[in-house]
């Protein structure tokens, strides 16, 4: 992508994602999992600022939902994608001011921190003119985790190795979703290190062929019967009163429930949008309104705001 520098604040709205399959393999020498997944990017959205300032160093401001829980210091992902660019193209950081607001749930299994980190690749390549092509920004955001090329890329994508090797999916129609968010958040590391305590030898690497069939040319009641993530297992041990959750959605209506990532938001895949908004009247009602929000995917992933 070639970059040109229109002011010194630069603003992108980044996706949440949704793991509509997650094939998780045993623990490697290099202390990752390796996965094989089908990621739909949702209508749930990050947004990032980055402006130039006088001030010294990175700055980072957070606002919006759960931001008393996310790192203002270098554990920022956006901090360390910032860096990480500016190291490779040898530009000075002083003076850089960073703003997220979240709309993206703090450690809800719908990668927040990946999110932020691809919007800071993309804004900081704008904000400092950088001659930089898609494949070059995704490379980098493979260095800061699993899932920041695929917060670049969006839509709905196959992703192997390390989840940072994606295969575009083409698919039919837009999916309508309703989420419930954890009343508070899940650790990944710790859902992992349960996973080795309870798989140690994983689980087999593979996509459903049910569920490609389904994305590419099924109707969504095929889908919801493909949805699978070995996570959840673990996630659920953890946390069992998200089986109370995941039981309720489909008892009000929804097609099928599966727990986000590593959890613990709760997606729920519904028939149309119509049955959507049912769905989330139904959950509304027994649970607090600002844990219910609905969603469509897929959508496309870290976009330039005006």
């Given amino acids: 992508m070639v970059s040109q520098v229109v002011s010194n604040r630069v603003s992108v709205r980044v996706p949440a994602k949704i793991n509509l399959a997650l094939a998780v393999g045993a623990r490697a ?32 401001k957070v606002t919006g939902l759960g931001a008393e829980h996310v790192p203002t210091d270098p554990r920022n992902l956006a ?42 690749l993309l804004a900081c390549s704008v904000l400092w003119d950088i001659d930089i092509d898609a494949d ?55 859902v992992y290190r349960r ?15 049910d569920l490609m069939a389904a994305l590419t040319a099924g109707p969504v009641t095929k889908l919801a019967d493909s949805l699978r993530n070995d996570l959840a297992e673990v996630a659920l041990d953890l946390r069992p009163e998200l089986a109370d959750t995941l039981a309720e959605g489909v008892d009000v209506g929804a097609l099928a429930g599966l727990l986000s990532g590593s959890g613990p938001t709760c997606a729920f895949l519904c028939a149309d949008e119509s049955a959507a908004i049912d769905v ?9 309104p600002d844990r219910v929000r609905r969603v469509t995917g897929p959508v496309p992933g870290a976009r330039l705001l005006g």
């Fill in 136 to 190: 070059e920004i995704r490379a980098l955001a493979a260095e800061l985790g699993s899932d920041v090329p695929f917060a670049l890329l969006g839509g709905t994508a196959i992703g192997t190795g390390r989840g940072t090797e994606l295969v575009p999916v083409l698919n039919r129609g837009r999916r309508h979703w309703v989420l419930v968010f954890g009343e508070s958040g899940l650790s990944t590391a710790e």
């Fill in 195 to 209: 996973f080795d305590e309870l798989r140690p030898d994983g689980c087999e690497l593979e996509v459903p062929d």
């Fill in 280 to 288: 989330s009247g139904r959950l509304s009602r027994s649970l607090p």
């Fill in 29 to 60: 020498d290099d202390g990752y999992h390796p996965l094989t997944t089908v990621f739909e990017a949702v209508s749930l959205f990050d947004e990032l600022q980055v402006e130039a300032t006088d001030s010294a160093g990175i700055s980072v």
């Fill in 79 to 120: 901090v360390q994608a910032a860096q990480l660019l500016a190291d490779t193209f040898e530009i000075d950081t002083d003076g850089l001011a960073i703003t997220i607001r979240k709309g993206i749930p703090v450690s809800g299994g719908m990668a927040g921190g990946s999110a932020d980190a691809a919007g800071a």
